[in-house]
């Protein structure tokens, strides 16, 4: 199965999707926000990145936008979590270099079902 | 999803206290973008959470706040007093709502939709600057709204799919797409090699490819695109009805969706620059990740634990000392028995004091566990100076400092109330309104500082304000009219200013809204007491007051007396020690024939003889060089007789009341170095069980 860098500022969100998807089988290590997951990005190596957007430090946009910058993480999948269904939220996104999003609130089949989209 | 309850909530309440402290920061008119981003943002925690986990009434209003905080943030909508203070309000709703949803509790509906509807009205009262204002739930066309043109009764779909060649780059891959379009229904794929680029001109990172796709059964067109959800924009897509027919030429979809080219430039107004604002520092609480959350029992199952252990170890200490004494007193034995047995003893004496020091480091290692800021209680200042100053037309500027001062988790659970007592009193009574203070040669804008720091085992806290001060000649005059004091009893000034924590005492000319009915200060001083600690005030008119709270770290250990009362060892708490003398007989003096007071200097004070209270023998008429110790009760000194002192000690305590049940003169028990156990004086108790047996009668005078 794949490792997951999960990055939220909220615990119980962090927690929420990390215990979903290691229930799934996947190896999952939790980052609270932009700047943590980009040093965890840079000490480890992940197949996929899902973020929150909103987030102190770093948000999650810029984080994409850092990560693309990484040789690493060029091709690999990120998805932002957005609280909006708005198009600009998600579009924004999508230009930092995101590969999709989840609109929250999303339940933990909607979640698997969306990694399963990027990871095959 | 429950197992993440608890974890939400907590942060949901952090959430909200972040929001209270960063609105009551936030300047009327433009507002700091980086104060607005800070709320926005605990704010849509809460809400994207409360939605996840299905507090929807939660979700659906924190986003009418969230919504009015975006505006805000985006320029849209200036930061009116009005707006910040219905913000602040809202978070009073939504704890209240969170505190509901938590203990799974009803919620005044009438309440939340009663701000709900005031927070509507804000969004709706500037319908310009609303409609301006990318307002994220009004543009939601998406996929439902250029669904209407699938039939879906069609056999299947021709998809033209042409990625730009920079498909690749976001991650995207189409083999995934192909797989997710399968399990729809049967696929076939034909691929147009056309754009390919001979080998030495290709770059390898870029997609040359396009498909043509043939999707039979009964999928959705909404479900096709579905699957090219997050690459609508990076290529050309056509999804058309398998109808034998020809392909309509127009495309169902491509453009509609995706009008506005997402140029990278307008997006997120995250990073709107913040200019020089970084010198504003905040003291964030440190990253939670390093920390875990243990039930508080659990603490203090070790404390007990390690207080058992310190017992032990002072009972092994006394052992060893006394093996230590006996090996010098008698004759050492002879050869090499002797020897080894100074060895032997030699040994133990270093171990017990290895023992000694790690209990020592193990028990202030774990009293620190139960330790923390202060600053839970401080910020609950903040909020409270905002509300009070603006119901009081006053202009006051709250400084705190010596916020990370630490004290034990029950100690500051119960300080808050006096705190908040204290910090009412000062705004009400103590700070002026802006013209008396103008007139008095003062700034308009009043100060009250809070501070706190640890001095020897205590922690201090100061409540300062540079207000009109202690009003003596008031204060005096009403002491004399309660009764507190005699006409003609010479006080200090800082006597007459303590005179208002007596009870039933309060100079409030009128009873304000402010600083409560009836309820004086007193009652902060008793519970400060209860907590072991002390409360006084010094003021100078016309400058201010400070209000210095003293309180233990901790109520595990006590620092206290050991003193004798016929066969007992007892423990006084050292806090409640004024000093201990020899009576010397020319001060004695019997009052009216009913109770004995002793002349201290220049004050009478009642003399208690323990042995009484405890209903002993006590055929001691005489009390001359017997020994006193004087502590105080209620901020009036009284002496205790007692029939010898012994050492200084740090002691553990023992609730009586969990192992034995509650004892007038009594606050707990200890368990003494040799075992014994001696029980812990609860001087109030003792001075009312002597007053009750003076009013009936039994104590002989």
Known sequence: ???ILVVDDSASMRQMVSFTLKGDGHDVVEAGDGVEALACAKADSFNAVITDVNMPNMDGITLTK????LPNYRFIPILTLTTEASTEKKMAGKAAGATGWLVKPFNPDQLLATVKKVLG | MSQFHEAFFEESFEGLEIMESELLDL?????????????????????????TFGFMNVSEFTHVMETLLDEMRDGSRDVTQFAVDSLLQSVDVLRTMLEAARDKADVDEEMVASRYAVLEGILKGEEAGAAAAPVATAA?????????????????????????PDLLMAGNDPVRMFRALSELGELSVDVDLEKLQPLTELTPEDLYLAWTITLTGDAAQADIQEVFEWVEDECDLTITPLSGEQPVSEPVVSVPVVEPAPAPAPAAPAP????????????KKPAEAASIRVGIDKVDEIINLVGELVITQSMLDQAGEDLESLAESSPSQEGEAGKANAEILLRLSKGLAQLERNTRELQEGVMRIRMLPISFVFSRMPRLVHDLSSKLSKQIELVVSGEETELDKTVMENIGDPMVHLVRNALDHGIET?????AAGKPETGTLNLNAFHQGGNIVIEIKDDGAGINKEKVLAKAVEKGVVAPDDVLTDDEINNLIFAPGFSTADVVSDVSGRGVGMDVVKTSITSLGGSVSVTSEEGKGSVFTIRLPLTLAILDGQLVTVGNESYVIPLI????SLQVDRQNINQVAGKAEVYKLREHYIPIIRAREVFGLKDDKRDLHESLMVVVEVDGAPAGIVVDDLQGQQQVVIKSLETNYRKVETMSGATILGDGTVALIW?????VNVHRKKLNRGAVKA
Do not use: C, Q, Y
């Not at chain 2, 700091?32 to 809400?47: G, L, M, P, Q, Y």
């Not at chain 2, 709107?272 to 010198?279: G, Q, R, S």
């Open chain 1, 1 to 3: 199965m794949a490792r």
């Open chain 1, 66 to 69: 850092e990560l693309r910058g």
């Open chain 2, 27 to 51: 300047d009327i008119g433009e507002g700091d973008v980086e104060i607005i981003n800070t709320i926005f943002r605990a704010a849509h925690s809460i809400k994207g959470g409360a939605g």
């Open chain 2, 140 to 164: 939601t066309p998406e996929i439902e709204a250029s669904a209407p043109a699938s039939a879906g009764g069609a056999s299947g779909w021709v998809i033209d799919f042409a990625p730009h």
């Open chain 2, 272 to 283: 709107k620059a913040a200019p020089a604002k970084a010198a504003k520092p905040k003291a």
């Open chain 2, 434 to 438: 802006p013209d008396i203070r103008a």
């Open chain 2, 576 to 579: 409640t020690i004024i000093e």
């Open chain 2, 682 to 686: 609860d001087v109030n108790g003792m």
